[in-house]
Structure formats: C-alpha cells, structure tokens
C-alpha cells in the first residue's frame, strides 16, 4: 500500500501526462452554430499534466514533467516556459512529430462550449518507456498521471507505483478519456486518489451522479476497488470528497469567472501540495478551490496569482473561521 501522508514528504512530484498548446477561444455573445462568431483567441500553453506541474511550481514544489512534445516550434516553446518555471523537464521527449494541441471554445460567461485535442504524440509514452525510468518515478513524493496516457502505459504506471510504495493519484481528463482508466481500476492496484468531476464519475461508474446518493454510491464503489480517496469537482458547487472517514460535501469559492480553463488542473495541483506537505483530504480539496477559483478569474490556464502564501492564507482563514 502506498505509504501514509500523514507527514511531509520529500522528493518531487512527477507529473505523467499531456503537455500542449492551447487556444481559447471566447464568443462576445451568445454563440449560433454554424457560422462565424466575433470573439477573441488567446494561445498559451496547456495539458493536464502540465498544467499540473506549471501550478505546482508557482506553489513551490520540486516537480518534474514526464510528457512528449514534437521537435517544432510550439514544442520547443512549451519546454522553454516549464523550464523558466522551474520544472525539471528532463524526462520530455522531443520526436518528430506536431505537439499536442488543444482547442477550447467558450461562450460569453467563460463556459465551455466544446473542446478539441490532437494529442497523437503523446501515444509515444508507451509502458516501455514508463519501466524505462523506473528509478526516478520510485523516487517520486507522489506520482500524478493523467488519462491523455493510453490504458496500458497508465497500467505500467500503477504497477511501478504500487511496487515502490509511492502514492499515485489519477485524474480522468474528460468523459471520452476515462475509461482508459479502467485498465488500473480493474487491476485492483492501489489507487492514493482519484480526480474526476462529475460527469466523469458517472461515466466510470454507471452511477447518476446528479444526486447525493448516486456520488455516494459511486465513489464507495471505488474505494472498494483499491481507490482510497476521491475528491470530485463539482464546478461552482464545490467539490465532494470520499475518503475512509466518510463522505463530505466542500462549498466552492465566490469569484469572477473569465476562464475554466485549467481550474480544475489547478484544483488538484493544490490538493497535491498539500499532500505532500502532509495535509489531510479535507484541507488538500479546499486548497484547491481556492487555486480553481484564482485560475477562473484569469484568461490562462495557470494563474499568476497562485502561490503558497495564498493557499495557506486562505487555509489559515477556513480553520478560523471553524473554531468560531
């Protein structure tokens, strides 16, 4: 089982996953199919696994990157802006072929409408790739991946986790990627978290996530199949954690919405740093709705205004807030 988090913990934490370019573009008004519609497009960098690592390096966490990107522009761009940020990206391989590229489009409140991934090279992260740095990810604090990885490179990860007793946590990306989680859910490994939103829970589960017993139901269905805690975003509604001391509903944060691009990604960035700082669940999920809701009131996917100082602000005004 992988070891408890009860306590800081040393070494980085290894994000495994997507890293690409993204483009967000944003209607003035109401959105009319097919036709054009006035609106702006911002371009910057994205992937959940960066997006992951960016955040965590604004919190100050050692964080390495554990990705693909092509040989062009984008992709040689993309590592420049980790490596400022202070990621170790040694473990980014550079192929021939197109970087990743993600296209989101949104309606005039900042909601997500439709996106799109061409994210083929990530396919190059292939399971033998994964035993190949075997080593490094043993000596992880904890290990993030993210479903852009196919079912088996995920399964390899797992087992490379559970062997080195190295907490791993897993996060869908979307409803149509989701079930490449199933390759590690059925292995019955241990799972330290798992990161779905709603809609994504229900796809994994079968369960109607809408009500209160149907996220109940499914995430104990989960535990009962290695998976220790969930934390399951919830969007403006907060978050719903399951975990071995019961089931909890966490309120959201009040705030602007320009952008969801990348909240999410930020939520569990901050719920990862305070994990490895040894922080409980409860403190880790609201961590991340404040990283969520200063991510949402910006137009890039990794706020400029998260840090460290925020995070334990906010978590310092919550726990004096309860003692009243």
């Not at 990743?100 to 949104?106: D, I, Q, W």
């Not at 990810?137 to 190295?166: K, M, S, Y």
Request: proline fraction near 4%; charge should be negative; hydrophobic fraction near 50%.
């Amino acid at each position: 089982m992988p070891r408890s988090l009860t306590s800081p913990r040393p070494g980085p934490i290894v994000a495994v996953g997507g890293a690409n370019v993204d483009l967000t573009c944003r209607a003035d008004e109401a959105i009319q199919l097919a036709t054009s519609n006035p609106g702006t497009i911002h371009r910057s960098f994205g992937g959940v696994a960066r997006n992951v690592a960016m955040n965590l390096a604004r919190l100050g966490v050692p964080t390495t990157l554990f990705s693909a990107v092509g040989t062009d522009e984008a992709g040689a761009a993309l590592v420049a802006d980790c490596e400022r940020a202070g990621i170790d990206c040694s473990l980014v391989l550079r192929l021939e072929a197109a970087t990743g590229a993600y296209v989101a489009v949104l309606d005039a409140d900042g909601e997500l409408v439709v996106g799109i991934a061409a994210m083929e090279v990530i396919g190059a992260l292939t399971p033998e790739r994964i035993a190949a740095q075997q080593e490094r990810l043993a000596a992880a604090a904890l290990i993030f991946a993210d479903a852009n990885l196919a079912g088996p490179t995920l399964a390899a990860l797992a087992g490379i986790a559970a062997r080195h007793a190295v907490p791993l946590v897993l996060d869908p990306v979307s409803t149509r990627k989701a079930p490449r989680l199933a390759a590690v859910l059925d292995a019955g490994v241990p799972i330290f978290a798992l990161t779905p939103n709603r809609d994504e829970l229900a796809v994994l589960s079968g369960e109607d996530t809408t009500t209160t017993a149907g996220l109940e139901r499914a995430c104990a269905g989960f535990r009962a199949r290695g998976v220790r805690n969930l934390i399951v975003g919830l969007g403006s509604a907060g978050a719903f954690l399951a975990s071995a001391a019961g089931h909890e509903f966490l309120a959201g944060q009040a705030g602007k919405v320009h952008d969801v691009t990348g909240a999410g990604d930020a939520a569990v960035a901050a719920a990862l740093w305070a994990l490895r700082a040894g922080r409980d669940l409860q403190a880790a999920a609201r961590a991340g709705q404040v990283a969520a809701a200063l991510t949402i009131a910006c137009a890039d996917a990794v706020s400029g205004e998260l840090s460290a100082e925020a995070l334990m602000g906010a978590l310092a005004d919550d726990g004096e807030r309860g003692e009243q």
